[in-house]
Each structure stands twice: as C-alpha cells, then as structure tokens.
C-alpha cells in the first residue's frame, strides 16, 4: 500500500521519540498533524520541538485527545508498562488507534490488542525496516498486522513514513520484523567472517564487498551495512547492538512456540550474545563486524 496520504491536522501521540522515534516523528509534523509527544530524555524532546511538534511530560498527557497513538519504544515490556499505566487507560479514547512501530513481542502483542479491545480501542502492529536513513527520508517499510479496518485507518498516517504492507492479523508483523532480523543478524555476522578470512588472505575488503554485491553472496550486510557503516570505520548506523540482539531472541523463541526448527538462528544468537557481553552497552549492531574480527 502506497500513496494514500492522510488529511493534515490528526492529533497523534507519539511516544518514544529515540534515533527512530525523533525522525519518524518529524516527518509527522512536516505532514501537517499535531504532533504530541513524550520520552523521558529532555534533550529528545527538545528535538521535536524544534521540528514544530509539542513534547510533554507524560505518556499520559501525550494521548490525551489523540486519535492515533504511535509507541517507538525499545521492546515489548516498555510498551506494556507505558500502556498499563492507568493514566494512560484513563486518557485513551474509545475509538483511538494504538500502533506499535516497535520491534516487540509478537504473543505480546496479541494479549495488549485483546485487551484494549475490551476498551474499544483498536491496537495494531508495524514495524518497521529500513534504519535511520529509512526514517529520515520516509522510506520505512513496514510491516502491519492487525485486522482490516484498524489497519485501513492507520494507513494514511503510515504513508508518511513510508510503504506499507498487511502481513496479517494482530502480532503478524512483529513476528515478520523478528524473523528479517535474525536473517539480516545472521548474514551480517556471516559477512563479517568472510571478510575477515578474505582480508587475510591478502584481499581488498573493498573490492570483494564490489564483486559479492554482484554475485550470490550479497545481502542487506554486502550491500547497505558494510560500505556505509563497516568499511568507512564509523559503525554508526544508529541501531543498537542489544535491540538487534532482543529481535533474534524473539525469532527463535518464536520458532520454539511453533515447533520449527532455528538450529543456525539459536547457534547466531548465542554469539551475538557474547558480542553483547563483550562490547559496550552503547555499541551500534554493525560492531558486531569488529568484534568478530578483533584486528579491524
Ligand atoms: P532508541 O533507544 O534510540 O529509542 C527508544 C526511545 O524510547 C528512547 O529515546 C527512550 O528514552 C525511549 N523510552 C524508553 N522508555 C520509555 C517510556 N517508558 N516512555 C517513553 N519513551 C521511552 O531506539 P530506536 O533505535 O529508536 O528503536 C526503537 C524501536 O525500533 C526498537 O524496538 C527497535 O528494535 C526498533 N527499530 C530500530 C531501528 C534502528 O535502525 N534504530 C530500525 C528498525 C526498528
């Protein structure tokens, strides 16, 4: 779903305002909505101010009178906690929309959806690919669970952060955005080694980056991660190490629920896992290139 774009003047709450949040946010009050948001760091709300949003000191003040409430947050318990909140409850309308755009917990999110329901409140799923730059530039992709009428609503509002598309029912695309992750974390850690053995064999990283992007090995990692964020040194694309890490966790204890195999998916999680022990809490996931090759 492409193309719709909503009427300008929605209210829409938007909570979690971090490196995806703020962006994304933005491009909200470009569009023309009311803008309310909240994060408890000052200086994140001080960035949407200065786009022309209004930033306040609650969640709860943030949905008061919203008729869509975006949640941008870190995982599935800071979404629960932030929509427990009996302020919050007492402030949400009936009617409103809830979309998480976070990557949170696909069961999770089924129960929160259940339970506003018993509220008239209709809860959704998005997350989204595509990184900062994707935000910035309103090219997200984004995955939507949720059932048909909920999801036609949302979409105007999504069309400014960028493509959509209906995975499913309630939950489909959080479950979908675990399972891109722990692909994407697989082929990165895997890109990493090749690299590293290449190099060492007397190769230009460079130029088997250039020749595996046309050939059968490229991916997201060959074709986005390692020229912008690994090769030039930076490793600042502004997607934390541990959120990845909470994504293929999600993916494979989802693969457990179902009964499906993730022998490799649990085998990359486990050395993502030491990679988080070993680097610093801040540590962007494309350090996993570094840590898996300590000379780098
Ligand atoms: P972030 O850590 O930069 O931002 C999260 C924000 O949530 C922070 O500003 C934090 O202060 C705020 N927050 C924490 N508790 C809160 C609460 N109770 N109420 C309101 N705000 C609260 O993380 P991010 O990179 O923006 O990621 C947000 C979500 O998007 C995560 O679920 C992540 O997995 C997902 N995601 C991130 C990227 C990326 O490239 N960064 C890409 C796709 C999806």
Do not use: C
């Not at 999110?109 to 935000?135: F, H, M, W, Y």
């Not at 994504?247 to 494979?252: F, G, L, N, Y």
């Amino acid at each position: 779903m492409t193309g719709q774009t909503s009427q300008a003047g929605t209210t829409i709450a938007f909570i979690g305002l971090g490196n995806m949040g703020g962006p994304m946010s933005a491009r909200l009050v470009s569009a023309g909505h009311r803008v309310n948001g909240f994060d408890p760091s000052t200086d994140a709300r001080q960035r949407l101010q200065d786009t022309g949003g209004s930033s306040v000191d609650s969640a709860a003040a943030a949905v008061d009178g919203a008729e869509f409430v975006i949640l941008m947050l870190p995982n599935s318990t800071v979404v629960e906690t932030v929509l427990a909140d009996p302020a919050v409850r007492g402030n949400l309308r009936p009617q409103t929309t809830v979309i998480d755009m976070s990557s949170s917990e696909p069961t999770s999110t089924r129960k929160l959806a259940e339970d506003l329901e018993a509220l008239s409140i209709s809860l959704i799923d998005a997350p989204v690919s595509g990184g900062v730059k994707g935000a910035e530039a309103g090219r997200l992709t984004i995955m939507v669970g949720g059932d048909e009428t909920a999801v036609a609503r949302a979409q105007p509002v999504l069309s400014h952060l960028g493509s959509t598309k209906h995975a499913g029912s309630v939950g489909a695309g959080h479950a979908l955005k675990a399972i891109n992750n722990l692909l994407s974390a697989t082929h990165l850690l895997a890109t990493a080694e090749g690299i590293a053995a290449g190099e060492r064999f007397g190769l230009d990283p460079k130029v088997m980056v250039e020749l595996i992007n046309t050939s059968s090995g490229r991916s997201g990692s060959t074709d986005n991660k390692y020229p912008n964020f690994v090769l030039p040194g930076t490793f600042d694309s502004g997607f934390g190490l541990r959120l990845m890490l909470k994504d293929m966790k999600i993916a494979v204890d989802l693969a457990e629920q179902v009964g499906a195999p993730s022998r490799l998916g649990a085998q990359a999680t486990a050395l993502w896992e030491q990679a988080a022990d070993d680097l610093a809490p801040t540590a962007d996931h494309t350090e996993i290139a570094r840590w898996a090759e300590p000379s780098n």
